[in-house]
């Protein structure tokens, strides 16, 4: 919450859509899936605050932990519910923050995609390359297998959104504590760009107590975890060193460490490395 953006065209609590762009107080975001302005919906967006934690969690106030980039701001648009999603509520989710950036000048240098599922979907494809004409990476899980939990070559067997051909996408695959590929991550030497930490990974969750939901903290493991270091870490970079979505991506890849659990399944044949910005 303490690093929560505002939508600078909004005005909180009004009931109108004051900047225009079809959604009523959307002042953290937008909630495609529930129609309404509540990006927080309690005990079950564990998965969202896990991953806005490892982005962007507060450090140096001595608890909990901290995230890639201390001091970024996160946007919310959420379309995925108890139920699932639709590709439809995904493609509006990133044209809301392509829209944040393009007409309302928020520095919005990258969007975290932990999520994934579904076919091939042209409507989303032109939605992620509306965002790359915005300069807005589109930093995605590659996935994290099929039915048996084991990871996949998504060179194969293209796993999306991860596997568009757009070139904004960093497409991260999952290492655990000693730098070996986690046995459940997809990879692929010509579709899947850099590794991550995303094998029992310590980050914010929302718990219950009495009645009241109060902040928590718990491991996960996943592409899903993986990807907001990478996330994380271009925030970091743009703020120390600027530059277009383009450029970023490339000092991303091209500073990874090489490691051998990698080499030959992902571009960069290395794990993110931030140690050099």
Not at 163 to 187: D, E, L, M
Request: proline share 3%; glycine share 16%.
């Amino acid at each position: 919450a303490a690093n929560a953006a505002k939508n600078p065209g909004e005005l909180a609590g009004n009931g109108v859509d004051d900047d225009g762009n079809g959604y009523v107080d959307d002042v953290y975001g937008w909630d495609f899936d529930g129609n309404d302005n509540s990006v927080f919906d309690g005990t079950s967006d564990d998965h969202g605050t896990h991953v806005a934690g490892t982005i962007g969690g507060v450090g140096g106030n001595g608890k909990g932990v901290a995230g890639v980039c201390w001091s970024v701001k996160l946007f919310g648009a959420k379309f995925l519910g108890r139920n699932g999603g639709t590709t439809a509520n995904a493609v509006k989710s990133v044209d809301y923050m392509t829209d944040l950036k393009t007409r309302h000048g928020v520095n919005l240098v990258a969007t975290n995609n932990s999520w994934g599922g579904g076919g091939y979907s042209q409507a989303l494809y032109d939605a992620i390359e509306r965002a790359n004409a915005a300069d807005i990476l589109f930093v995605a899980a590659a996935g994290n297998g099929g039915m048996d939990s084991v990871g996949d070559n998504n060179d194969v067997t293209p796993h999306y959104p991860s596997s568009y051909a757009n070139t904004n996408i960093i497409a991260v695959a999952s290492i655990t504590s000693s730098g070996a590929k986690s046995g459940f991550s997809n990879y692929g030497p010509l579709s899947v760009d850099v590794g991550a930490p995303g094998s029992a990974i310590y980050s914010t969750v929302p718990k219950s107590s009495k009645g009241q939901i109060v902040s928590g903290y718990s491991s996960y493991s996943g592409t899903s975890m993986a990807t907001p270091h990478v996330a994380g870490a271009v925030a970091l970079y743009a703020a120390y060193n600027g530059g277009t979505a383009a450029t970023i991506k490339t000092a991303i890849l091209g500073t990874s460490v090489l490691t051998s659990s990698l080499n030959g399944l992902v571009v960069s044949n290395g794990r993110l490395n931030v140690s050099t910005f």
